[in-house]
């Protein structure tokens, strides 16, 4: 079975501080995304990258920046963490021409 | 924007009923359209998916799903709730299967 590995399940940061979240894959899967999901929003797509060094905007990225140097991982980066960052997030990869995403199991991150 | 709406953020069934999760897609271009489930304290895992085969989609653990062109629906049910059945399911639609866009969340309660 794929694996997608998000490296904390829980994290707690003070305002401020540099974040990274660290996302790994073991299936050679080229796409991989970084969502944040918050109660009644559903799933919202902060980055997105098709391939090693490769990223594109998702639809809420600002505050966040991310980071493939290799094909299996994608790190997500909170320059300076605010309290609004405050939430669940959520790795996934696929392969190019598959249809569906494989899930990390989160990282429940709290700014303080 | 396309966009992605689940009726009812909670859901409650008894246990042996039947199980209606509703999801509407906006758009004029039949997307491909998914559910997924997510377990407390876990990542989402795909229930099942429609990309323009039959219209009536057999998932996992039951669920089925079908895709109504004319009303733009893709509904999950599952003849009799299960217990075990009892989680967040969330409605996802994606045109090339890069970006997916996902609805809000349905909690599904079963009750004894």
């Known amino acids: 079975d794929v694996k997608v590995t998000q490296s904390s399940r829980y994290l707690v940061k003070r305002t401020g501080e540099k974040v990274f979240l660290e996302c790994v894959q073991d299936m050679d899967h080229e796409n991989m995304f970084w969502y944040r999901q918050d109660p009644g929003l559903g799933l919202r797509l902060i980055y997105f990258s098709y391939d090693v060094k490769m990223k594109e905007k998702g639809d809420i990225p600002e505050g966040y920046s991310v980071s493939r140097e290799k094909k299996e991982r994608f790190s997500l980066i909170l320059e300076s963490a605010s309290t609004n960052q405050t939430s669940m997030y959520l790795c996934?990869?696929?392969?190019?021409?598959?249809?569906?995403?494989?899930f990390g199991s989160g990282t429940r991150l709290t700014v303080v | 924007a396309q966009s992605v709406t689940q009726l009812g953020s909670h859901v409650s069934v008894s246990e042996g009923a039947l199980v209606l999760l509703r999801c509407n897609y906006s758009s004029s271009v039949p997307p491909y359209l998914f559910w997924y489930v997510q377990y407390p304290n876990q990542g989402l895992q795909l229930l099942l998916k429609y990309t323009s085969a039959a219209t009536l989609v057999k998932g996992i653990n039951g669920f089925e799903a079908e895709f109504k062109k004319s009303e733009t629906s893709f509904h999950l049910t599952k003849p009799s709730a299960h217990m075990s059945d009892a989680a967040e399911y969330f409605c996802?639609?994606?045109?090339?299967?890069?970006?997916?866009?996902f609805g809000s969340g349905t909690k599904l309660n079963v009750k004894p």
């Open positions: 996934a990869s696929k392969l190019l021409a598959n249809y569906g995403y494989t």
């Open positions: 996802a639609v994606s045109y090339n299967f890069n970006k997916f866009y």
